[in-house]
């Protein structure tokens, strides 16, 4: 079998390379004078249209799915700390309206093109419940790796300037001017609780609460301990550092070694797919006098399922938690 291959589309790809060229190009000139001191974080942002650092601490709570007194806005403890957690700042109402526009669309679509309300309901039911959990937990997970990818330099940044001498929330404040989000929106509303009349560990647990890390229950722990006992917080937490970059470290070497077991995970799943679109394609005939049968439909939905059966299995077997 033959294909032809038009060299115009090839012309138009180049096109619409070029314009988004264009567009890059255009878009660091005109922004390449903005402060990168006002654009390291959420928090700085905020800071530099003038508002107050109190404004500034209830806009983010606000943003973040919180009251302005930083208490949960829903009901539903589990889903207002995993919409926090995820670190979307477009604000519950906003969050409300997109899950509803998704709903609406998911339910209109199968109806105008199979003419099937059950089917419709069901595909609206799916956009406003398992969709949004999904891309929520999505968003959780990469937030958490980034925090904890960037915690120890920070821990390293509390570890420098209480050796110069200053105290505590002035060392927490100093994560939050230097450092980019997430950890440094975070740690900037740890050190404004302090400066608004939070004691230093309900403002570590507030930090936790927020974020949901692994390694974060031992900075608080240490922190409290150091508190209530005294001791020489800077050596507990540049200790600290190194077990967290050994953990880390140890996590990047078990990635590499199951990378095997995800490769072979992912060719199972795309050849049973890859076959059938060739098959589609070559010969279309092939499939068309049982397309339409009740039990080809049943099949294919065992099909499906005893992949992502396996699928889950073979994920099981190459994630570990450290």
């Given at each position: ?121 069901l ?57 980019p ?15 608004y ?57 078990i ?36 397309w339409?049968?009740h ?12 992949m ?15």
């Open positions: 079998m033959s294909f032809d291959f038009d060299p115009i589309y090839l012309i138009w790809l180049s096109v619409a390379i070029s314009a988004g060229l264009v567009v890059e190009a255009i878009y660091l000139l005109c922004f390449s004078t903005v402060s990168y001191r006002s654009q390291i974080n959420r928090r700085l942002m905020l800071s530099k249209e003038g508002a107050d650092g109190e404004n500034v601490l209830m806009a983010l709570r606000r943003e973040r799915g919180l009251t302005s007194g930083g208490n949960f806005r829903l009901n539903l403890v589990g889903l207002n700390r995993l919409i926090l957690q995820s670190g979307i700042t477009i604000g519950f109402a906003r969050l409300v309206v997109i899950i509803a526009t998704t709903s609406v669309v998911a339910f209109v679509a199968p109806v105008l093109f199979r003419g099937s309300l059950l089917e419709g309901a595909a609206a039911l799916l956009s406003a419940t398992a969709l949004p959990y999904l891309v929520l937990r999505m968003l959780r997970r990469r937030r958490q790796k980034k925090f904890s990818a960037q915690f120890p330099d920070a821990l390293d940044t509390i570890v420098r300037s209480l050796r110069a001498g200053h105290p505590v929330p002035v060392a927490i404040s100093m994560v939050g001017r230097e450092m989000d997430p950890i440094g929106s975070e740690f900037g509303m740890v050190a404004d609780e302090i400066t009349g939070a004691d230093l560990e309900t403002a570590m647990r507030n930090l936790y609460s927020r974020i949901g890390s692994d390694d974060l229950p031992l900075f608080v722990t240490a922190v409290g301990i150091q508190q209530s006992t005294g001791g020489n917080l800077g050596e507990i937490l540049e200790n600290l550092s190194g077990v967290i970059r050994q953990r880390f470290k140890m996590r990047r070497k990635r590499a070694l199951a990378a095997e077991g995800r490769a072979s995970a992912m060719i199972l799943s795309a050849l049973p797919i890859g076959l059938f679109i060739v098959v589609q394609v070559v010969t279309p005939e092939f499939y068309a006098a049982v339409h049968e039990l080809t439909k049943v099949l294919l939905g065992s099909g499906a399922g005893w992502l059966i396996g699928n889950l299995i073979m994920l099981k077997m190459v994630n570990f938690k450290i």
